[in-house]
């Protein structure tokens, strides 16, 4: 579905992460700017419930101004635990916004997000908290996506979300999808963060 050119160019040129924190879940691109110089961040959040062997759950911090990722956050977490390192993210990137994809495994994270992080903002659409991924908000995202990629590249600084970028499939149904035995989380997670940006 992507442009595996674009993707196959930017991995040539990988940026490499200046932090990483917890065995690697967590990669850190370009620390939060704070001060008289402070921005603006958006965190998608695609929570997983797949245990160790399942899907991971991933929050992508983007700049909320240029789109650039700034970290990446991607494991086999529980889900009260994938609550607690978004919060602390949120709050270490100047409060930034969550937007936790609500489906499924999302409630709870939205619940533990509420009840125990009261000071984390929570992204919010037809007064529900936060994103609907739909028959109707999954093209458009991934669209989003996709032309986000081609056209700029270098606001993409993880290889584990470009490699998922690559396995990315349209099937022969006309769907989009991880190919067999691929993920998409990391994907699904930046096109929350894009879409809501």
Known sequence: MFDVDAIEQRLKEPLEPIDQQDNGKLLVYFPPKTGE??????????????????????????????????????????????????ARLSRKYNHALVAVERNNHGHAVLVALAMDNSDVPLYEANQQRGWLTSAATRPRMLGNLAAVLAAAPFLFNSSRLLEECKTFVRRPDGSTAAANGAHDDTVMAMAIALAVR
Request: aromatic content about 6%; glycine content about 16%.
């Open 37 to 86: 110089y402070a921005k603006q961040y958006i965190i998608g959040v695609d929570p997983a419930g797949g245990g160790t062997e399942g899907d991971y759950s991933v929050a992508q911090v983007i700049d909320r101004a240029t789109g650039m990722q700034c970290a990446e956050l991607r494991g086999h977490l529980g889900l009260e635990e994938l609550a607690a390192n978004v």
